[in-house]
Structure formats: structure tokens, C-alpha cells
């Protein structure tokens, strides 16, 4: 049973770090891209970060770029977002995702999906 599990979420001040935990299971995902969705409340779901599966190639949101970094351990079979200087307009529910190349994840067209932790960052 294929499993992505998040974690590290939480409360945090303004200009606050943290970072994210997305840990897989059930088959190995190093060959798949990873990426980071957020939905904040009233809102759609929108794309986040990305990772790929074998070259590490990244792509990023223009909202969080030189904020956000994502990166992974495949010998953990996980995927982080470090979050820096985070601002109230990040609150929302993060959520992980995993699908065969890195343009189809950002586009949201994952495989598969975790059920998302809750980040809110307070002015």
C-alpha cells in the first residue's frame, strides 16, 4: 500500500523557518518526481515546489522562489520543503505528492497524494 505521509508542520511567527517531512512507503519513489501543494481556506489547491526523480532538477512557485527549498533523500525514500522568512499568506494546508515527471507534478497531475499538514504563520 503506497503511503506519503507529512510531517513538521505547525505554528510559527513571521519571518520563521520550517521544514517539512514527506515520507513515502510502499515502493520506492527515486525515480519519481516529488512535489509540494498548498490549499489555504476559500482557495484552490496550488502548486508549491517540485523535485525530479533522478537528475534532482527543481522548480518552484514564483510566490515562494528564494524562500522554499525542496530537496529529498532517496535513501529515506523522503521529500523536504524548507520554508524560510515566511509570511502570514503562506498559512495554509501543505500537502505532498508524487508523480512520473517533474512537468506533470507541477501541473498537479500526481499519482498519488498525502493527506497534508497544517502550517500557519502568524503576523
Known amino acids: 500500500q503506497v503511503q506519503l505521509v507529512e510531517s513538521g508542520g505547525g505554528l510559527v511567527q513571521a519571518g520563521g523557518s520550517l521544514r517539512l517531512s514527506c515520507a513515502a512507503s510502499?515502493?520506492?519513489?527515486?525515480?519519481?518526481?516529488m512535489g509540494w501543494f498548498r490549499q489555504a481556506p476559500g482557495k484552490e489547491r496550488e502548486f508549491v515546489a517540485a523535485?525530479?526523480?533522478?537528475?534532482?532538477?527543481?522548480n518552484y512557485a514564483q510566490s515562494v522562489k528564494g524562500r522554499f527549498t525542496i530537496s529529498r533523500d532517496n535513501a529515506k525514500n523522503t521529500v523536504y520543503l524548507q520554508m524560510n522568512s515566511l509570511k502570514p499568506e503562506d498559512t495554509a494546508v501543505y500537502s505532498c505528492a508524487a508523480g512520473g515527471n517533474i512537468v506533470i507534478v507541477t501541473y498537479g497531475r500526481c499519482d498519488y497524494w498525502g493527506q497534508g499538514t497544517q502550517v500557519t504563520v502568524s503576523s
Open positions: 510502499g515502493r520506492s519513489f527515486s525515480s519519481d518526481a
Open positions: 523535485i525530479s526523480g533522478r537528475t534532482g532538477y527543481t
